[in-house]
C-alpha cells in the first residue's frame, strides 16, 4: 500500500475496492507498520468496506426488482 496517491473510495467499482480491502488486511496482518499508519489503513479499509457493501445493496436491489418484474409479467 505504497501508493501515496490513491484512488478516492466513491470512485471505484465493487473488484477495485475488494481488492484493495484484501490488501489492507493482509498489510495489516503481517505488521510492522507504525501506529499513524496502521490506524490511516484501518481506516482505508473501513471505508472499503463500507464501499463494497454499498456496491452490494445497489446490486441486490437491481436483482429484486429485475425478479419481481419477471414475477408480473407471467
Known amino acids: 500500500m505504497s501508493t501515496p496517491q490513491r484512488t478516492p473510495v466513491e470512485e471505484l467499482d465493487y473488484e477495485r475496492a475488494r481488492d484493495e ?3 489492507v488486511v493482509r ?3 503481517v505488521g510492522g507498520l ?3 499508519e496502521s ?5 482505508r479499509g473501513e471505508q472499503l ?3 463494497c457493501e454499498q456496491q452490494l445493496a445497489g446490486a441486490r436491489e437491481r ?3 429485475a425478479l419481481e418484474q ?4 407471467e
Open 49 to 51: 468496506a463500507k464501499r
Open 70 to 73: 419477471a414475477e408480473q409479467g
Open 39 to 43: 490506524v490511516a489503513l484501518w481506516e
Open 21 to 23: 480491502l484484501a490488501e
Open 63 to 65: 436483482v429484486e426488482k
Open 34 to 36: 507504525g501506529l499513524d
Open 27 to 29: 498489510t495489516l496482518e
